[in-house]
């Protein structure tokens, strides 16, 4: 994911937050049944952002997804469809997941491994989260991707503790690089 593409989720989120007020559980809640929809058909947000999709059919559609809604959730998916960016609507939902539960002192912990975890490995993992980031109360989300190879990836909000063995490997070779470098 590109940097400005992280400031502009981080920005839709952040001003959710401040937007919703006490509301955010909430909307976060709306948004995270919405999310489902576009999760269940993965076209849907190209579709929407596409530029020869009019103004028309997006408020249709948002007028159809938002019924019931909030007017805070409403306003939100027009200012996604005005800016065309329903593609961020996953990562924009999970960004404010991770600020109501940090606002609460709780936290989705990602832990990517290059094969499943266990049940135990999930509560140990979930008691070195909560140690290393400062949380209460850690949940962990397991994710799954064979390039971690072996060890975990933690990561909470903005906060990234990297125990993988490419990692290490990658600061092994950068080590020796820098002490070939000085025997010259």
Same mark, same amino acid.
């Given at each position: *994911?590109?940097?400005?593409?992280?400031?502009?989720?981080?920005?839709?989120?952040? #001003?959710? *937050?401040?937007? @919703?007020?006490?509301?955010?559980?909430?909307?976060?809640?709306?948004?995270?049944?919405?999310?489902?929809?576009?999760? /269940?058909?993965?076209? !849907?947000?190209?579709?929407? &952002?596409?530029?020869? %999709?009019? @103004?028309?059919?997006?408020?249709?559609? $948002?007028?159809?997804?938002?019924?019931?809604?909030? =007017?805070? =959730?409403?306003?939100? +998916?027009?200012?996604?469809? &005005?800016?065309?960016?329903?593609?961020? !609507?996953?990562?924009?939902?999970?960004?404010?997941?991770?600020?109501? @539960? #940090?606002?609460?002192?709780?936290?989705? %912990?990602?832990?990517?491994? #290059? $094969?499943?975890?266990?049940?135990?490995?999930?509560? /140990?993992? @979930?008691?070195?989260?909560?140690?290393?980031?400062?949380?209460?109360?850690?949940?962990?989300?397991?994710? %799954?991707?064979?390039?971690?190879?072996?060890? %975990?990836?933690? =990561? #909470?909000?903005?906060?990234?503790? &990297?125990?993988?063995?490419?990692?290490?490997?990658?600061? +092994?070779?950068?080590? $020796?690089?820098?002490?070939?470098?000085?025997?010259?």
């Amino acid at each position: *994911m590109a940097f400005n593409e992280n400031r502009v989720i981080n920005n839709y989120a952040e #001003a959710l *937050m401040e937007v @919703s007020g006490k509301q955010t559980a909430k909307v976060l809640s709306e948004l995270q049944v919405i999310e489902l929809v576009f999760e /269940r058909n993965k076209e !849907l947000a190209q579709t929407l &952002d596409d530029v020869s %999709v009019s @103004s028309q059919q997006q408020e249709a559609f $948002i007028g159809i997804l938002g019924k019931g809604c909030s =007017t805070t =959730t409403k306003n939100f +998916l027009e200012t996604l469809a &005005d800016n065309r960016h329903f593609s961020l !609507l996953e990562e924009i939902v999970e960004n404010l997941d991770q600020r109501v @539960s #940090a606002s609460n002192n709780h936290s989705l %912990v990602i832990a990517k491994t #290059a $094969i499943p975890i266990t049940a135990e490995q999930s509560k /140990r993992l @979930s008691k070195i989260a909560q140690k290393k980031f400062g949380y209460q109360h850690v949940e962990v989300k397991n994710v %799954v991707d064979p390039n971690v190879i072996a060890g %975990v990836i933690l =990561t #909470a909000g903005s906060k990234t503790i &990297d125990g993988s063995i490419k990692n290490k490997l990658v600061q +092994l070779n950068n080590h $020796i690089k820098q002490a070939v470098g000085k025997e010259q």
